[in-house]
């Protein structure tokens, strides 16, 4: 008990969170995003298939269209909630038990109605423990450490999809309930941080920053210009995941889907370690806008291949790259986010606003791409997709170099 304490002291005192806690709080993000990936990606489909027959497509429309504008608003909602109570910890508490029951409960829907309406409230539930874990981040995690927070968080995607992969197994076919697999494995990674962990007190992470003309705080506008650039890529993003397998498919009608899914699993996992490591160096280098540029820059190289792929070969080139690039630019925005925001005391607030750069693109996507394919192919839509790629690493480009409390400690 004495070294815990001496290792406590120490770490407050140098202004860096603590290595147990960062991990712990990694592995409840994972369990965030495996608490919807499999469903809306795996599970969802055969249950509204089972409803509904023939008439599953338009149901699976339909509960995406309802679902993100209910993820939008309560990710808000319970954002400024948790900012309001001064506290995360039960609120996330909350929707981890929400969201659980309703996912164990999904195979009681007898209509499609019922469906879609347990959809609603279940998105209600797991964004009222996404948005106040979200922001936690914010009140724990100093600059100097959110590159590595960026590297850890790009493994919650890879394990959402592997989750997927996992509870479709032949060996767990007794769970003829699979999303009751999926809720125990988000109750064991989500639990421990809530339980075995406390973050060590950082108070300058909740300082009063502007309306606030603290020295260095960052300005309004940088916010802006952050949620825009991330908006952009995750418009591209959005495109390649709803329709990677049809464009494949558009240059060999023979490409199977097991090595679609191959494929954007690899990317996944790769690109979580190269984050990992990029996020340590940008870290030690003090240069934390550098690896968003560099993602957005490469995100536009890789469409602007698919753009003029001839075959599958270059496609999945052009798919890889943007891949890496794109996914890689998430998982630091993700963190780097955190450093732009202009107050603390609205920090759930404000990134429940930058999460409609996520459910945004998911309702303009599907109705664009319908717009644009059909008429001038897929090239056309990468070509501009590149574009928006392009504009996002212009507008990283225009923000000063963060250094953040670095540079506030060398000032003091």
């Not at 962990?197 to 300082?207: D, F, G, N, T, V």
């Not at 199977?256 to 699993?265: H, Q, V």
Request: net charge positive.
């Amino acid at each position: 008990r004495g070294h815990g304490t001496v290792r406590t002291i120490k770490s407050t005192a140098s202004g860096q969170q603590s290595a147990r806690f960062m991990y712990l709080y990694a592995l409840a993000m994972a369990g965030g995003a495996i608490a919807y990936m499999p469903f809306l990606t795996i599970l969802l489909p055969i249950r509204a298939e089972a409803l509904a027959g023939e008439g599953a497509l338009s149901v699976i429309a339909v509960v995406a269209f309802a679902g993100a504008i209910a993820a939008s608003i309560a990710n808000i909602g319970f954002g400024w909630a948790s900012d309001v109570t001064g506290t995360r910890r039960p609120w996330i508490f909350a929707g981890l038990l929400l969201s659980t029951a309703l996912l164990v409960m999904m195979p009681l829907a007898t209509s499609t109605g019922m469906l879609v309406a347990m959809i609603v409230f279940w998105q209600l539930g797991l964004n009222m423990m996404l948005a106040p874990l979200a922001a936690w981040a914010g009140d724990s995690i100093p600059d100097s450490q959110k590159g590595l927070l960026g590297g850890l968080l790009a493994f919650a995607p890879a394990l959402g999809a592997l989750s997927g992969a996992v509870v479709t197994l032949d060996g767990f076919t007794p769970f003829q309930n699979r999303e009751t697999l999926v809720a125990l494995i988000v109750v064991l990674m989500v639990s421990p941080l809530l339980l075995a962990s406390k973050a060590l007190p950082i108070p300058r992470l909740m300082q009063p920053a502007p309306g606030t003309e603290i020295a260095g705080s960052p300005p309004r506008k940088d916010a802006v210009r952050m949620w825009v650039a991330r908006l952009l890529v995750q418009i591209a993003e959005a495109s390649l995941f709803a329709f990677l397998l049809l464009w494949f498919r558009s240059l060999d009608r023979a490409f199977p889907e097991n090595d679609a899914a191959r494929i954007f699993a690899m990317v996944l996992g790769v690109a979580a370690f190269i984050a990992l490591a990029v996020g340590r160096w940008s870290d030690r280098s003090d240069r934390p806008i550098l690896p968003l540029i560099w993602g957005a820059g490469f995100a536009a190289i890789g469409l602007f291949v698919m753009s003029l792929a001839p075959n599958v070969s270059v496609a999945i080139t052009g798919y890889v790259i943007f891949g890496l690039a794109s996914s890689i630019f998430l998982a630091m925005h993700s963190s780097q986010t955190l450093r732009v925001l202009p107050r603390p005391q609205t920090r759930g607030r404000d990134l429940g606003v930058f999460n409609l750069t996520n459910t945004f693109p998911s309702l303009i996507m599907p109705g664009l791409t319908l717009a644009l394919v059909p008429t001038y192919g897929f090239s056309t839509l990468f070509m501009l997709l590149a574009g928006l790629a392009t504009s996002a690493c212009l507008l990283l480009l225009s923000l000063p170099r963060y250094s953040g409390e670095v540079q506030a400690g060398r000032r003091a």
